[in-house]
């Protein structure tokens, strides 16, 4: 069974950096062809995709949004899984989610795990 767990959340100022981490905790292994996804999520809307890439290193993708800002840097291969956020803006305000699953997907629904959440907040 893979748990993932994220850290790295806080309150930043606009224009400031975060670096989010997620690591599994869980008995389970992640399979090299699994992908590792970012998600966010704001009260009222619906979870929103932010970044992917495989649990092996490759194929990172961006959504639109945050391409430029965002990175998924490969530290170490395979742990843990981290999501660089640079020139944060306030409407990046959000709790994010680190997941995984099988499909190369943007869909909340492809992913099979989920962390619990962390909570970035970016003020004016």
């Known amino acids: 069974q893979v748990q993932l767990i994220e850290s790295g959340g806080g309150l930043v100022q606009a224009g400031g950096s975060l670096r989010l981490s997620c690591s599994n905790s869980?008995?389970?292994?992640?399979?090299?062809?699994?992908?590792m996804g970012w998600f966010r999520q704001v009260p009222g809307k619906e979870r929103e995709f932010v970044a992917m890439?495989?649990?092996?290193?490759?194929?990172?993708f961006y959504a639109d949004s945050v391409k430029g800002r965002f990175t998924m840097p490969l530290d170490n291969a395979n742990k843990p899984v981290y999501l660089q956020m640079n020139s944060l803006k306030p409407e990046d305000t959000a709790v994010y989610y680190c997941?995984?699953?099988?499909?190369?997907?943007?869909?909340?629904?492809?992913?099979?795990?989920w962390g619990q959440g962390t909570q970035v907040t970016v003020s004016s």
């Open positions: 997941a995984a699953g099988a499909s190369y997907s943007q869909r909340p629904s492809d992913y099979k795990s």
């Open positions: 869980g008995p389970g292994r992640i399979l090299s062809s699994w992908i």
């Open positions: 890439r495989r649990w092996s290193g490759n194929s990172p």
